[in-house]
């Protein structure tokens, strides 16, 4: 399992980012995916899943503003981020799995960061 994050970076509040997984070492047509993210000090906090089904769910704080999919033909995965606030600032991770919650390293990329300012 390899999981490459990226598209993080910094924005102002009401902004907007696509952030993208790309795998490798498995098809994620056959896994659910999530995404997760931890701010500094904080633990995991769960932010998005898809089904293998392609079944979506999303944590309540992002809930309408986040949209998570993915791209068969690229193995990927994407998180959309709108309407950001600074509350979102954290390393996003994605992983493997359905409803992850705390990733462990194996099941998760280096991260991108995204930053939010007001």
């Known amino acids: 399992v390899r999981l490459v994050e990226s598209g993080g970076g910094s924005v102002q509040a009401g902004g907007s980012l696509r952030l993208s997984c790309a795998a490798s070492?498995?098809?994620?047509?056959?896994?659910?995916m999530s995404w997760v993210r931890q701010a500094p000090g904080k633990e995991f906090e769960w932010v998005s899943s898809i089904s293998s089904r392609g079944i979506t769910a999303y944590g309540d704080s992002v809930q309408g503003r986040f949209t998570i999919s993915r791209e068969y033909t690229k193995n990927t995965v994407y998180l959309q981020l709108n309407s950001l606030k600074t509350e979102d600032t954290a390393m996003y991770y994605c992983a493997r799995g359905y409803r992850v919650l705390s990733p462990g390293p194996a099941n998760r990329g280096q991260g991108t960061q995204v930053t939010v300012s007001s």
């Open positions: 070492g498995f098809d994620i047509r056959l896994y659910g």
